[in-house]
C-alpha cells in the first residue's frame, strides 16, 4: 500500500463506479479536513481525506482510486458537482485490519488468499526465549530497544503456509513428500520495545495460502 500521500497533489487519479464507470480527475489536496452530513448522525468530521475534481455521483461510492500507473490510492466516499471526497487507502487497510492485495492487469500471476488459521498471543519471559508451539525459537537474548529474529516451526499437511508475527509475515512451504504432515519453520523479526519489563507479549498467527486464478 502507499505510505506516502503529499506528493499526490496534481496528480491525475482515475475511478471505475457503479454510476459513472470509469473516470479521472486531479488531485487537488492531500491532507484535507471534510465535514460531511450524515442524516441519521448528523455531522461528522473526517481529516486526512484526499481531494480532487469532480468526477462521481450518487452510487460510486466505494470506488477504488487509482493513479495512472495502476497504483491504489483511495477509496472514494463522497462527491458533489465541484469534488470528489477520498480516504487514503492505507488509512482504510489500518483501520480495517486489512491488506488489499493487487496484480498488474493482465498478469497471469495467482492472487494468494490468506486464511487464519492460527492466532494466538504468546507471553514470552526476558530470560526465557524458547516457547513450544511446534516450536517457536527467539533466536538470540532479548534486550529492550534491540531487534532480534524469531524461528517459529509449523506442523502441517504438504503445502504453503503463512506465519506473521505482530506486524511481519513470511510464507513458508511444507514439501510434498509421502503425504504425510510435515513441518516448516518461518524466522522474521521481533522488536524489544525500548520500556520492556520482565515480560515481552507478541502476536503469533498464520495458516494455509490459498490461490484465486
Known amino acids: 500500500r502507499r505510505e506516502g500521500y503529499d506528493d499526490l497533489r496534481g496528480a491525475t487519479v482515475t475511478k471505475t463506479g457503479r454510476t459513472t464507470g470509469v473516470t479521472s480527475a486531479v488531485i487537488e489536496a492531500t491532507s484535507a479536513s471534510v465535514r460531511v452530513e450524515y442524516p441519521d448522525q448528523g455531522p461528522v468530521l473526517l481529516r486526512d481525506q484526499l481531494v480532487a475534481g469532480p468526477m462521481s455521483e450518487p452510487g460510486d461510492s466505494g470506488s477504488p482510486v487509482f493513479l495512472e500507473d495502476g497504483t491504489l490510492v483511495g477509496l472514494l466516499f463522497a462527491g458533489s458537482s465541484r469534488q470528489t471526497i477520498c480516504n487514503r487507502i492505507g488509512t482504510v487497510e489500518h483501520e480495517l485490519g486489512v491488506e488489499i492485495l493487487t496484480v498488474d492487469p493482465g498478469s497471469d ?20 526465549p524458547t516457547l513450544a508451539l511446534e516450536s517457536v525459537t527467539f533466536e538470540d537474548e532479548l534486550q529492550p530497544g534491540e531487534t532480534v529474529d524469531v524461528s517459529a516451526t509449523i506442523a502441517g499437511d504438504p503445502g504453503r503456509y503463512w506465519l506473521g508475527i505482530d506486524d511481519d509475515r513470511a510464507t513458508v512451504s511444507i514439501p510434498d ?34 490461490e484465486l486464478k
Open 177 to 210: 513428500g509421502d503425504g504425510s504432515r510435515g513441518r516448516a519453520t518461518a524466522r522474521l523479526p521481533v522488536s524489544v520495545p525500548a520500556d520492556s519489563t520482565g515480560t515481552l507479549t507478541v502476536q503469533l498467527r498464520g495458516g494455509p495460502i490459498a
Open 109 to 128: 500471476e495467482a492472487v494468494p488468499v490468506y486464511r487464519t488459521t492460527i492466532d494466538r498471543t504468546l507471553e514470552v519471559g526476558l530470560d526465557e
